[in-house]
């Protein structure tokens, strides 16, 4: 199984890059810790990354950040720490800003979304579903999102557990037990609140539904008008 994403984190500042890292290995990443773009360059050449968090200060002309862009590619996003206003107009749909003073959640949501856009195009569009309890590598979640290749998740409590790379799901209503490779995974707004996106990779043996049959017939949330409608039937 493939380890955790490797995010490189390029910071002058010694203090805020420990701090970025010690984050984004909490969230479940494998932060690569790099100073500036001369060790990013030799970082790159001697181990793959998934995606590039970087400090505006390293990036003063417009053709660095152009240059970084292309060498990343479409598929390693670059998320880039400071005022969004020095970042070119031109360029602005190929990053993501984090502000300063750089919060935890904020990192992890844009890392984690960034992740997911940077990604291909997904083969079904996940729809919403009610709520539906079930476990995910042994850990209580709700799923809130089904498609017949993938599955959206979410996780409470104080400290939610950052899932593994790959995992087992098991819906214990519908007898559904599958294995879930994880796409990305980031705070939910609420600190309370995680979620979680992956991809389906397979039913297991003691499953006594398949997951498409699931995805299909997963029942879609219920309006606030719905129930209301449901409650004065009573």
Not at 100 to 122: K, W
Not at 133 to 145: C, L, P, Y
Request: glycine share 6%; proline share 11%; aromatic share 4%.
């Amino acid at each position: 199984m493939p380890e955790s994403a490797s995010i490189a984190v390029a910071v002058p500042s010694s203090s805020e890059r420990a701090s970025l890292s010690d984050w984004l290995s909490q969230a479940g990443y494998l932060p690569v810790a790099v100073p500036d773009l001369l060790s990013l360059d030799q970082q790159l050449q001697n181990q793959p990354i998934e995606a590039l968090v970087v400090d505006i200060a390293l990036l003063p002309r417009e053709d660095t950040l152009r240059d970084l862009v292309r060498r990343l590619g479409s598929n390693r996003p670059l998320v880039v720490v400071g005022d969004a206003c020095r970042v070119p107009p031109t360029l602005r749909g190929d990053v993501n800003v984090v502000p300063r003073p750089v919060t935890r959640e904020a990192l992890v949501i844009a890392v984690g979304l960034a992740l997911a856009e940077g990604r291909p195009v997904r083969r079904y569009p996940r729809k919403p579903v009610e709520p539906i309890r079930a476990t995910a590598h042994g850990m209580s979640v709700m799923i809130r999102e089904a498609s017949p290749g993938g599955v959206g998740l979410e996780m409470t409590g104080p400290r939610p557990n950052p899932l593994p790379p790959y995992f087992r799901l098991r819906v214990p209503e519908f007898g559904v037990h599958v294995v879930v490779r994880r796409a990305w995974i980031a705070p939910a707004g609420a600190k309370e609140a995680v979620r979680c996106g992956g991809t389906v990779e397979g039913d297991l043996p003691d499953a006594a539904r398949s997951w498409a049959d699931f995805a299909r017939e997963a029942p879609a949330p219920v309006t606030f008008v719905a129930r209301r409608w449901a409650v004065q039937q009573q």
